[in-house]
């Protein structure tokens, strides 16, 4: 067999608006414009598919990642060119599409590459790509359908590769662990995911979920079925042990998988053997299923070294929440983290905003839910996103039949940065308007509990983590967010001051004509006429006049959802 060298790359670092990204494409990715809130996930497939490369053929193999590197795509493509490759593989989300294809077809003009691309959008327009000039194209799990192209099989053959069928899910246990020469995994967890408190690797105990979550990328592109999948508890055990060895700064494992607890016997196998390695000094975290937590398995995972459970709620609406295939009752998650709490096992909670059929009442209700969680300390972090309908989902197909999907730019499938969705009684701006309000409560609610509990110990906790520089950055933000909360304070004591019907104030309240919507001219004739002329009069201004001068100076548009715009320009202030 010919030896050939073969590049696999994460997706570009930085996009053509300038947005850092943040890639997880089996996920949902998002860009930041600050370096301070960007961080780097492990690219695990390609993770994975560079080993298996590496042991099974006689090729060069070779894994970059320009999200961790933060590359633009013409640095991307620079580094790709100095490696010279015959193939190129690219795995992306529809996020970063544009970027990632614009790198293949440039290699293609300037070396005789043959270029793959693999993953989420792949998987959903896979004779786009084909007509956009790359040559071939993975569906669904890419390991074993790389592995069988590397090897020359028969193309026509080759399961996964299209146009031919799906692959079948793989043994997930028989793979080796994955990349850690090209790129350092601990480079991912320094200074890492956000919320995670130590120097944690990110691993992955299992994959797949047997849940049915009509946004999930997941379950819906990459594995096609509800399915679960652990690797041998003693296989798992070994590569903590390896990462132990070969960096001795690491501090715990983040299982990052889908779902971590798929099965209560794997999770009481999996913490025994910790316990009987003497790896429970460890800290851990995992994603993990709520609806099959119970109170046995958070005190057998606290027992084993377990500091933080991650979980999705979404929404405290129990009929929204079955409508997206998620159903939970919010009485059983208060019971489960009120027996974390009593053990000392921190949790995280997911919340989504957005979702397909929501109203503004199921969306404030989930506000509500999260308000409740953070003040009696049941939560140790909230993550919030706009609910994103990334093609491929059936979320997507749906707003796409019913005409609901608002921006069709692939920049704008973002899962933090982007409203996409317009409903008939839920549109887009309301919908950013409450997840921001969500956000605003959220940082008030978990900085006022950090400082009242214990403020030097958070302080140094995120000088250790982020150090001086990047500490006070988010210092920065955070003070931002305390103004904004304070704003959001104000307008709701207003919006309730003012209406109050009580008697007491009934004599001081002038009621003022309605004000006027519709003017004798076009907005476009009153700016081309406009004039500034200074002329006093000394007849005061009748009631009507004063109406519609409150009005157009300083009224508020007000509703349960957006609380309060103004009516006028903001004019830059």
Known sequence: MFKEKIILTNSVGKDDLGYYIIHSPSRWSEGVRLKSSWFAYYPWELAYTSSLLKQETPHAIKLIDPCLKRWDKYQTLAKILDQKPDWLII???????????????NLKKKLPVKVVFVGQHASVFPNELIKEGVDYVCIGEFELTLLELFQNKDKNTILGLYPNQRRPLLDFSRLPFP????????DYATPGEPSSEYIEIQAYASRGCRGNCNFCVSR???????????????????????????????????????????????????????????????????????????????????????????????????????????????????????HAKNIGLKMYATFMFGLPEATPAEDSQTINFMKRLIKERLIANAQISTATPFPGTPFYSWVKKNGYLANNDSHSFDGANSVIVNYPQYNKDNIENIKNTAL??????????????????????????????????KLKRRFKTELQYLKLKTIIAFIFLFSLNSTVFAEQIIQLPHSRYQGKISIEEALYKRKSIRKYSREPLNISELSQLLWSASDLTIDRVTLATRTYSASGG
């Open 220 to 338: 819906n592109i990459y594995y096609a079925q509800g399915n679960w999948r652990p690797r041998n508890v003693n296989n798992i055990i070994n590569e903590i042990k390896y990462l132990k060895n070969k960096y001795p700064q690491m501090e715990g494992i983040f299982f990052d998988e889908e779902t971590h607890n798929g099965d209560k016997d794997f999770i009481k196998e999996l913490a025994s053997k910790l316990k009987e390695e003497n790896l429970s000094n460890l800290k851990y975290e995992a994603m993990c299923d709520i609806r099959i937590l119970d109170k046995d398995i958070l005190t057998i995972m606290k027992e084993a070294g377990y500091y933080k459970i991650r979980f999705g709620i979404e929404t405290a609406s129990l009929p929204l929440s079955k409508k997206i295939g998620k159903p939970m009752e919010t009485d059983r998650i208060l019971d489960l983290l009120k």
């Open 91 to 105: 795995e992306s989300s529809t996020r970063t599409i544009q970027e990632n294809l614009w790198v293949g077809k």
């Open 440 to 473: 605003i409560i959220r940082d008030h609610l978990f900085l006022k509990t950090s400082l009242t509990k214990n403020p030097l110990k958070f302080l140094f906790s995120r000088y250790k983590k982020y150090g001086l520089k990047l500490l006070l950055e």
């Open 179 to 186: 990349e850690d020469i090209d790129i350092k995994r601990i």
